[in-house]
């Protein structure tokens, strides 16, 4: 059911058999039949491990989403909240709990908390009254959800937010666990490297907990080489331009959800004969992205100016293929043909459904707007006139383009020139708060507060150095065969993938003036294994590096990385891990002040 | 089964499946329009939707099975009937193998666990209350090793690290300020914000103000925590005390002037808007502070007065444009957008007149004429379009003048669907002369064309353009003439 996630040169469907296997105890310690009430947040991610058999297996009959008031009828055993340790979720469990005493026959309740206990929250049900009506109140550590065959994250949407702004070191903490069930799984990771401050303090916990946990020694052949941890503060400014390859596209136009995209109905309408016209469908359909699907798996990474010609040679293969029943002849032979047909069929579907998406994005990136905007981020990343107000800036802010796409632009030039000059930071401000209410004022702030968009300090501009030293700009790329990571950006060298690279080969020791000017401490940390452990890696087999990007990772660099695992002579494949996928928009929202 | 050969033939044969070409240019979209094409073809040749290996998915996209399509299903009413019936009987064939059970004997739980998973129905907040469990169910009840680790004497890191698993765990007992700031050391240690939380919360309730915050301003940390914890439950009041003793006077400001959002009533709203004005904030943000309740004040003034003529039915502009929504809490642009709808006439002493607000609020030329024109066009008031770009110098010749640039001006006309008459007039105005000819071309002013044409002597463009005019055409007419003129020296 998730053959995918074996495709890679690690077996992350381990990890999802022990998540599903913990998941199983728990809904075995809830003897009886079961209704499951679900924090909406959570379903997605739950997808990705379980499908709802799996809960019945275990006698779950119902399942709702957590709402107000009454629960729904059910004629049930146990009622099992599983939901996200918040807060305002516990008086929402409350008043499901206070409506439900006052009829009918009493029913247990249970509360999973995903992926941690919170003394906060219970105090909070304790406070409601409601608190000893539980009789199960644990936690379920998904920490890490296996995405992919090489992509791991804790869809954890504030952890840039908790980690950067708030010095919140809850998801550091989780990510740490995360990373000690990796190894319990895989082996202890015999090195560990990393650059950042939240980094460092993930090494630490790391190093601390395995020396609480000595007692049981780790017997499992390492899978992993090396551990680089990042944190996304080191390069602020990857995020903030505007994805190029496929997958990259597809989630900056329409975001792409725990694997899951929704893309406008018209397209996909069924061209049957028969059912046109009526049954015209209004709902966004839904489509599942991952590399279970071969088309997919072939395009994804590749830079969208690429995609076109691989789908119509696609089209060609399988039109020629479709063909070939003119040339079957003899029963055996149209026996071999429609025993072939599932498979063509499913292949046509998979290219009808891209070459449709397709469509949708092409839509997008010939318009006027889109060019002008890559146009402008182009130049900032080169470097080009980073010191003043950008007049495009002030277009979109004119025309009231939509708040997050000014801001990303704005952010992208402050980070380009490190830090905008006084004047220009000043008169940007302005207008932004004039044009979309003042009460921004606090968007700002953390915007500055986060190392976004502030005023240069000290009147120099460390950028050009940190371009130039890293290869951020390539000025000939190559689209249709990439031969640099530069070509998921169409030119920019994501920062962060390049550190990876350049770790990898020659070492960071080449770079220490670079690595000074980015934030935080660089480091590199060994955990010893006993020698029967060790690892003798054959000539020419790669190392396998797990990078984990603390606050959130873009599908372009995922794509690059997966560009240098490819590589023939590139000496190492990465399996990603992060606290959350994302990209400039989702990140720069998850910034904004809210009501509370 | 005896189907002849020629039954065969007929059949491949008759099939909609055609065949496509590719022109092997190597243009994106050609190919992508070949691509579908050719899988539209395809589509009408297999005549089939169900493939049978591929996962199965209801219409909207999930798959069959998935838990959040199975939350629609078991609570079965956000489904059309339609639908589940279409699901049902895809779901009846397509059956799910009983699950293997997994090889793997890990489980996520024992790796951090320890063995003992017992004590984990019992919280710690119960433990922080002192009052022992009662209300849970009998076969539940907790083993006696249990109460004896209860009672028994923890130091602090030991009841740490009880805490992060879990378990019960008294704090009364450490009574001391040492000791409890041991335990706060302790739990800052383990880097679990979980448990740093419950400690501060243990602190909270048993320390003075005075001396919590004293001791977590060496703290940082922990303070970090507290901090959010305070935002977190909404304890404003202790926020605001902290941050005063910290002397963070810039975050005690923005924290403050972070709960307007939360205030519905507008009257409210601006009352407390006001008592933010004198709080210190940078000089900047003072200002915009300040702006902000001058701006909600204005707001309430015209939202009431607007209503009210709007109601009464008296004024045209009303009847003609009922107002689409209230204009309290909008940006001051669309403020600005919306008194040049509808008070653009008004003398400067209105809180209500455009001229007032741009004076007030300091708004730049640029902003202001852009915003005017854009309310005066969509109302279709040309007259005073006209009026925002004239001049007048001292001789009293009139002179047009556009601080945004004619280019913008053009294209807010356009969107606004000006007549052509109009926009000629200022496409006429572009001073950049491709702009000008790109302009004209692109909303159709065929004289600026032209014109522009003749005066750079182009007989090759202004030859192309005449296959762009309607045939018999006065402009057709007008090119004739030109192409035909021998006044003219033509550069090609």
């Keep these: 059911m998730a053959a995918h996630l074996s495709y890679g040169r690690v077996n992350l469907n381990v990890l999802r058999e022990a998540v599903r296997r913990e998941l199983r105890e728990f809904l075995d310690k809830c003897a009886g039949s079961k209704a499951i009430v679900w924090d909406e947040y959570l379903t997605g991610p739950f997808g990705l491990i379980a499908q709802y058999s799996l809960l019945k297996e275990h006698e779950v009959e119902k399942m709702f989403t957590l709402k107000g008031s009454r629960l729904p009828a059910a004629d049930v055993k146990n009622i099992i909240f599983f939901v996200r340790p918040r807060l305002e979720l516990m008086d929402i469990i409350a008043e499901n709990v206070l409506s439900e005493d006052r009829r009918g026959p009493a029913r247990d309740f249970h509360i999973l908390f995903v992926p941690r206990r919170s003394l906060l929250c219970e105090q909070r049900l304790k406070d409601l009254g409601v608190l000893g009506s539980f009789i199960h109140r644990e936690e379920y550590s998904l920490d890490l959800i296996p995405f992919d065959g090489d992509l791991l994250s804790m869809e954890s949407e504030g952890a840039f937010k908790e980690c950067y702004l708030e010095s919140d070191q809850t998801s550091l903490y989780h990510a740490a666990k995360g990373l000690m069930t990796l190894q319990a799984l895989y082996g202890t990771i015999p090195q560990i490297f990393g650059k950042g401050e939240c980094a460092r303090q993930v090494a630490n916990m790391m190093i601390r907990m395995k020396r609480e946990f000595t007692g049981s020694q780790n017997s499992i052949f390492p899978v992993f080489d090396n551990l680089l941890l990042l944190d996304r503060n080191v390069d602020l400014l990857t995020p903030l331009a505007t994805q190029l390859t496929y997958e990259g596209l597809i989630d900056e136009i329409y975001g792409i959800q725990n694997s899951f995209v929704k893309l406008p109905p018209e397209k996909f309408a069924s061209k049957k004969q028969g059912d046109s016209g009526k049954d015209l469908p209004t709902e966004a359909k839904k489509l599942q992205l991952n590399s279970a699907e071969e088309l997919y798996a072939e395009i994804r990474d590749k830079n969208f100016n690429a995609v076109g010609s691989v789908l119509s040679k696609k089209a060609k293969v399988i039109s020629a293929a479709f063909e070939e029943r003119h040339n079957a002849k003899t029963v055996g032979e149209i026996k071999q043909f429609v025993s072939q047909l599932p498979h063509m069929q499913a292949a046509r579907g998979s290219l009808a459904n891209h070459t449709s998406i397709a469509e949708l994005i092409k839509d997008v990136t010939t318009s006027e707007d889109f060019f002008d905007k890559l146009t402008v981020e182009q130049e900032f990343m080169s470097g080009i006139d980073t010191d003043k107000v950008n007049s495009y800036i002030e277009d979109c802010i004119a025309q009231k383009h939509p708040l997050i796409k000014v801001l990303r632009l704005v952010c992208l030039q402050s980070v380009c020139n490190s830090g905008l000059k006084q004047k220009v930071l000043d008169y940007y401000k302005r207008e932004i708060l004039q044009t979309y209410g003042f009460e921004h004022i606090l968007t700002l702030h953390n915007l500055e507060k986060a190392g976004l968009l502030k005023p240069q300090t000290g009147g120099r501009n460390n950028y050009p150095t940190i371009r130039k030293t890293l290869r951020l700009w390539m000025d000939d790329v190559n689209e249709q065969n990439p031969t640099d990571i530069s070509y998921v950006y169409s030119g920019y060298a994501p920062l962060s993938v390049r550190l990876a690279q350049l770790l990898s080969r020659p070492g960071w020791r080449s770079i220490e003036e670079v690595l000074r000017i980015l934030p935080g401490p660089h480091f590199e940390e060994r955990q010893p294994l006993p020698t029967g452990l060790q690892k003798k890696r054959q000539p020419g087999e790669n190392r396998i590096t797990l990078i984990f990007f603390l606050g959130g990772v873009t599908f372009a660099e995922i794509a690059a990385l997966r560009f240098l695992s490819q590589l023939e002579d590139g000496g190492t494949e990465y399996v990603v891990a992060t606290t959350k996928l994302m990209n400039g928009a989702s990140w720069i929202e998850s910034l904004m002040e809210k009501p509370f | ?492």
Excluded at chain 2, 380 to 404: E, S
Aim: proline residues 3%; charged residues 30%.
């Design chain 2, 1 to 492: 089964m005896n189907r002849t050969k020629g039954d065969e033939e007929e059949y491949w044969n008759s099939s909609k499946f055609k065949a496509f070409t590719f022109d092997d240019e190597d243009d994106e979209l050609s190919q992508l329009k070949e691509s579908k094409r050719a899988v539209n073809s395809l589509r009408d040749f297999v005549d089939d939707d169900d493939d049978d290996d591929l996962e199965r998915v209801s219409w909207s996209g999930e798959p069959v099975g998935s838990i959040s399509w199975s939350i629609k299903e078991t609570a079965g009413n956000s489904v059309s009937n339609h639908e589940r019936e279409q699901l049902k009987s895809r779901n009846s064939f397509s059956s799910y193998a009983p699950l293997p059970k997994p090889a793997s004997t890990y489980s996520l739980s024992s790796f951090f666990r320890g063995r003992t998973r017992l004590g984990s129905f019992q919280s710690l907040s119960d433990a922080l209350s002192d009052t022992p469990a009662k209300s849970y169910a009998p076969e539940l009840g907790r083993p006696k090793g249990e109460y004896r680790d209860y009672s028994s004497d923890w130091s602090p890191s030991d009841t740490v690290r009880r805490l992060q698993k879990g378990k019960v765990c008294s704090l009364e007992r450490f009574r001391s300020l040492q000791d409890k700031l041991q335990l706060l050391e302790e739990a800052v240690s383990m880097h679990d914000g979980n448990v740093i939380t419950a400690v501060l919360i243990f602190l909270k309730r048993t320390l003075s103000k005075e001396i919590l915050f004293r001791e977590l301003e060496v703290r940082q940390v922990a303070l970090r925590h507290l901090i959010h914890f305070l935002k977190e439950i909404g304890d404003q009041k202790l926020l605001l005390d902290l941050f005063r003793f910290l002397d963070r006077t810039e975050e005690l400001a923005l924290s403050h002037y972070r709960e307007h959002l939360n205030i519905q009533d507008p009257e409210k709203r601006k009352e407390f808007l006001k008592t933010c004005i004198s709080l210190p904030f940078s000089a900047e943000d003072s200002a915009h502070v300040q702006d902000h309740y001058t701006l909600l004040e204005r707001q309430i003034v015209i939202e009431a007065n607007d209503r009210h003529l709007e109601s009464a039915g008296q004024t045209e502009i009303f009847r003609k444009h009922p107002r689409k929504a209230s204009i309290l809490n909008m940006p001051l642009v669309t403020t600005l957008f919306y008194s040049c709808f509808y008070h653009y006439m008004e003398a400067e002493g209105t809180f209500s007149s455009p001229v007032n607000l741009k004076k007030t609020f300091k708004i730049p030329d640029k902003q202001y004429v852009l915003t005017a024109l854009a309310a005066r066009a969509k109302l279709r008031a040309w007259h005073d379009v006209d009026a925002l770009f004239t001049t007048k110098n001292w001789l009293g010749y009139t002179k047009k003048r556009a601080p945004i640039g004619f280019h913008r001006v053009v294209e807010i006309l356009h969107k606004n669907s000006a007549p052509v008459q109009i926009l000629q007039e200022y496409v006429n105005l572009v001073e950049d002369v491709d702009t000008k000819l790109n302009l004209a071309t692109k909303f159709k002013c065929h004289d600026v064309v032209i014109d522009t044409c003749r005066d750079l002597k182009d007989r090759q463009q202004l030859l192309a353009y005449r296959s762009k005019v309607d045939k018999g055409s006065a402009e057709e007419e007008k090119i004739d003439a030109l192409l035909n003129s021998s006044q003219i020296r033509w550069k090609n």
